[in-house]
């Protein structure tokens, strides 16, 4: 079945150390975004690709950036997690025009910042 | 500033009945509206999607409602089932293709 997926479903890592979440598609859509969810709150964009096109959201910190080499595979770098980066981090796709916009969504990483 | 307003209190209800919740918003004008299921632990899924010149939309036992003039959209589950147990997520969007969504309700079917 053509799905989005996360990889690892869980991630811990040390206070500042760098960590990589991975996000692939089967869909070949056109858009990727990037969310976090903390605990009983709306998932919050971080930012999205329109094809190979970057959008930040203007609020996103320094500290997150992103990567898609190809359609198919997107990146999120924390450079140096802190203990409120610890969230649920959502990869969706959409295509682009569509008649509904309608996103899809990976299962997460949930990330655990020691 | 834009606000999208979930009740934050779970909705807990009986076998059967049917569950409506509830989705306003302010300083939004959207093209389209979205709701999603989310299961804890999981991203959550797409169940129907609403324009803004449409009052109403069905989709089995789920049925979503527009109403522009009091900035509202109701969702409805009738029949309601424990595995319709999860927390339901509404989404704006202003006819840009970025949805925003609001922080869900928790909606807990008993047997």
């Known amino acids: 079945d053509a799905m989005v997926i996360q990889n690892p479903r869980y991630q811990v890592t040390q206070f500042g150390k760098p960590v990589t979440l991975s996000c692939s598609q089967t869909?070949?859509?056109?858009?990727m975004y990037w969310y976090q969810q903390k605990s009983s709150q709306a998932p919050k964009l971080l930012f999205h690709?329109?094809?190979?096109?970057?959008?930040n959201e203007a609020d996103t910190p320094d500290n997150f950036q992103s990567r898609r080499p190809n359609t198919s595979f997107c990146f999120l770098d924390i450079r140096s997690p802190g203990l409120g980066d610890a969230a649920m981090y959502l990869c969706?796709?959409?295509?682009?025009?569509?008649?509904?916009?309608?996103?899809?969504f990976g299962s997460g990483t949930q990330l655990s910042v020691l | 500033s834009q606000k999208i307003e979930q009740n934050s209190e779970a909705l807990n209800i009986q076998e059967g009945k049917t569950a409506t919740l509830t989705c306003n918003y302010t300083?939004?004008?959207?093209?389209?509206l979205q709701w999603y299921r989310q299961d804890p632990g999981r991203g959550p899924v797409f169940l129907l999607l609403?324009?803004?010149?449409?009052k109403e939309k069905r989709k089995e036992r789920l049925k979503v409602t527009f109403d522009t003039t009091l900035k509202q959209s109701l969702f409805h589950i009738t029949a309601s089932q424990p595995a319709d147990s999860a927390t339901y997520l509404c989404?704006?969007?202003?006819?840009?293709?970025?949805?925003?969504f609001g922080r869900g309700t928790s909606l807990i079917v008993h047997p």
């Open positions: 969706a796709t959409s295509s682009i025009p569509e008649r509904e916009e309608k996103l899809f």
């Open positions: 869909l070949n859509h056109n858009v």
């Open positions: 690709y329109y094809d190979k096109d970057f959008n």
């Open positions: 300083n939004y004008s959207p093209a389209y």
């Open positions: 609403i324009r803004e010149n449409e």
């Open positions: 989404a704006l969007s202003r006819g840009s293709y970025i949805p925003t």
